[in-house]
């Protein structure tokens, strides 16, 4: 079913025609580094998401032998207690039942150990690659944070510590627009190890990078309303006498 899972080569084909408008655009600016280096985490969390969905085989191979030889453990214990003298050896055949007892719980026990070993090493290589999202959802803040509509109006005088604003209204929309698209594109590659590791610990870290991304972007087109207050007047006000109807 194409429309129900993400497929990575085209959200790589997004990050890649991304990169180039930026780049088009404003072929001088720092942001052209930053989109390049959201395709390159997409590329690499494809490839980890790939190597995540498959199973860890030598770990596998660990726990069949582990299991096989609890088990050859368990038949020579049967082979050599005796449970023939129940009469006259009732206190034997108690200790006997004990042991068994606490050497299948344990072995229950192990092999449950050894089982969830893998969903904990996929969950903390899935949680690596994460982090490296955030960071770079945090950076892509730091590139727009200096870009205050404030500053286009009329009578604003910077300081002698202000930033130097060289963007013009419709290029500094561009520009947000393009901050904005970069986090939306972090939410879809967090949530192609989410795709590749079922787990739910992955779920909630995953939800985690996308409310981060969706918090940051509505702050970047409250500052685009901000530049464009007469579109954006025109977009409420049907709203509201539909409301009213």
Known sequence: MPYRTLDPDKIIKTADILK???????PNVSLVGVATEVKAIAIDAKARAEK????????????????FLGAIVFFFIGTFLNFDRIATGAFDFVQGVEATIN??????????TIAKSEERIKRRKVLD??????????????HQLTKDPVSLQAGFRPTASSPERQLKPNELVRYLDYCSEMLSLTGKVSALYAQAVPDMEVVNAVNDIEALG?????????????????????VVRPARRKAKT
């Open 129 to 142: 690659g994460l982090h490296g999202l955030r960071s770079v959802i945090h950076i892509i803040d730091m």
């Open 214 to 234: 969706g918090n940051l972007s509505r702050k970047i087109w409250q500052k685009i309303m901000l530049i464009e207050p007469e579109k954006t007047k025109r």
């Open 20 to 26: 180039l408008r930026v780049q088009e655009r404003f």
């Open 52 to 67: 995540l969905s498959k199973p860890i085989q030598w770990l596998r191979v660990v726990t069949f032998v582990s299991v």
């Open 103 to 112: 050497a299948v719980v344990l072995a229950g026990l192990g092999f449950l």
